[in-house]
């Protein structure tokens, strides 16, 4: 008797579940894959962030000076907000009001371009924008202030800081690498800059 050549009905279900649980297992690896090169991306992301956003903050405290409407160079100096006075990159005969803040965890930039005649700074006019998201719910500290004897390893002057013994201001960010829930692997970042207005004054 000639046998039929083929598949059998079991066979063809076997077969088929057999391709199903690769492209399964298959379709799960590409996911993974993609995700994690995502995080990765927002991780570097973050600190390449955080590194811009610290620069950016220390050329503009090195360069503090006293406000057009005669207040003093370093304005405000607390644990998480700090106001001061700092000439523009792009035009630096003006005089701007610049505030850092956090809020949620998120650290914002204020900035009031002085208006009117004699200059002056309308707070209502202040221009906002978030600059740093994903800050370390444990960040309690983000900027640090020290007098004229700092030498890279004094102690911070004690809140609440008195702006007229302020040379050198610091700030420390740590920064979520990933912003998922649970994640706490952080980027931890910490620079400062002498106030060169305030130079001369360094040892009072």
């Known amino acids: ?15 088929m ?12 690896l590409l996911v993974k894959i993609f995700t994690g090169s995502k ?18 903050f220390v050329n503009e405290i090195r360069s503090a000076v006293p406000g057009v409407d005669g207040s003093a ?8 907000e700090i106001i001061f006075h700092s000439p ?6 003006t005089i701007d ?5 956090i809020s949620d965890n998120v650290l914002y930039k204020g900035v009031v371009v002085p208006t009117g005649v004699p200059l002056s700074y309308n707070l209502a006019s202040e221009t906002v924008s978030a600059i740093q998201p994903d800050l370390s719910p444990d960040l309690e500290v983000l900027f640090y202030y020290y007098d004229g004897d700092y030498g890279g390893d ?11 013994d302020i040379r050198f201001a610091r700030i420390n960010l740590i920064v979520l690498k990933q912003a998922s829930q649970g994640s706490d692997s952080v980027f931890s970042l910490s620079t400062g800059a002498t106030v060169r207005s305030l130079k001369n004054n360094l040892g009072d």
Request: aromatic content about 6%.
């Open 1 to 15: 008797m000639k046998l039929q050549k083929g598949f059998t009905l079991v066979e063809v279900i076997v077969v």
């Open 154 to 164: 004094a102690e911070p002057l004690s809140q609440p800081v008195n702006i007229n």
């Open 73 to 80: 160079a370093i304005f405000e100096a607390g644990n998480t």
């Open 88 to 93: 523009e990159r792009a035009n630096p005969t």
């Open 17 to 28: 579940a057999v391709i199903a649980i690769i492209m399964t297992a298959s379709a799960s």
């Open 39 to 56: 995080q990765q991306y927002l991780a570097l992301d973050n600190i390449d962030n955080a590194r811009i956003v610290s620069s950016r």
């Open 97 to 101: 009001r610049i505030r850092y803040f």
